[in-house]
């Protein structure tokens, strides 16, 4: 964090202005090892390093100018799963589920129960840990015509979208991690550091699912997420009628249970984001039917790229 000191590697050159930049690392020891292999790299039979920087690297010292730090692992959603359990309701009406959460062990243990909810219809996929100002959450449906947010620290729901008994039903959600979106070879304080490598922060998400009756395809809508901790949870159709080409995808959250895996989980392909400049664009995989004689659409015209702020 701010204050804090990186090791960049330059690469240096007779008549060259400004020195090549190589990438940053958290210690000299791993700096170092960098420089060594930049040294005995070939190209066409020729040392490269020679040919390109025969004044040889140096390591600088560079101070962290951000308050931000890389998110540990594992993600939430490879941090938690949850079990579901059918309940029988009255004859004539749909049968409930039993939903347990709970915390994946580290090889050896035992995984953790967090809490339990019911949900009035089927589990589906409508459990999705996230992270948000140092803390964790998952996007839930006990309704299963509204969003709910769950506080996975003390199993309790903190905001509830308003209920409406025609409204939108959740079939998943995703909430971006910021390691599905970055990875560690850019870190605070080297070069290519800048504000688009600090996001995203959990506050906002999609759902997938229908309006209640209209079951044939999955359409997707926005969640605001900004003030969840104040108890408000927001959706909206800003990405109109867009159906969801959500193919065989499954949330690790509800495949084996018990320890956690050591490879972290991809996010669901058919909803890509992307940030540049600070501007924020998402590409969803849709589904749409064409007339075979026209070869236009027999619907509405549907975008496959969209922005928001």
Request: glycine content about 10%; proline content about 6%.
């Amino acid at each position: 964090m701010r204050g804090d000191v990186v090791y960049c590697i330059y690469g240096a050159h007779e008549g060259r202005e400004k020195d090549y930049f190589f990438g940053g690392f958290c210690t000299v020891a791993e700096a170092e090892a960098e420089t060594a292999k930049l040294r005995l790299r070939e190209m066409s039979g020729r040392n490269w390093a020679e040919q390109y920087h025969n004044h040889g690297f140096v390591v600088r010292d560079t101070l962290i100018q951000t308050d931000f730090e890389i998110p540990p692992r594992p993600k939430p959603r490879d941090r938690y799963f949850v079990r579901g359990t059918r309940k029988e309701n009255r004859p004539g009406t749909w049968p409930s589920t039993i939903v347990e959460v709970f915390r994946r062990a580290n090889a050896g243990g035992e995984p953790e129960k967090v809490c339990e909810y019911e949900r009035n219809y089927g589990l589906l996929q409508t459990f999705e840990p996230f992270r948000q100002g140092g803390r964790e959450f998952a996007l839930i449906s006990p309704q299963y015509t509204g969003t709910s947010v769950l506080d996975l620290a003390t199993g309790r729901v903190i905001a509830v979208e308003p209920v409406s008994s025609a409204g939108f039903c959740p079939v998943g959600f995703y909430v971006p991690d910021w390691w599905d979106l970055h990875d560690e070879s850019v870190i605070p304080g080297s070069e290519y550091w800048n504000a688009d490598r600090e996001w995203s922060s959990g506050e906002f998400g999609f759902v997938w699912g229908c309006v209640w009756g209209d079951d044939s395809s999955w359409k997707v809508q926005h969640l605001d997420l900004t003030e969840i901790q104040s108890g408000a949870i927001r959706r909206n159709e800003r990405f109109g009628y867009v159906e969801l080409a959500t193919d065989r995808y499954r949330s690790p959250c509800f495949g084996p249970e018990g320890t956690l895996q050591p490879q972290s989980s991809d996010p669901p392909p058919f909803i890509k984001v992307e940030r540049w400049n600070e501007k924020t664009n998402v590409t969803f995989a849709v589904e749409m039917q064409f007339d075979f004689a026209s070869g236009k659409p027999t619907e509405w015209q549907r975008l496959r790229t969209a922005h928001f702020e």
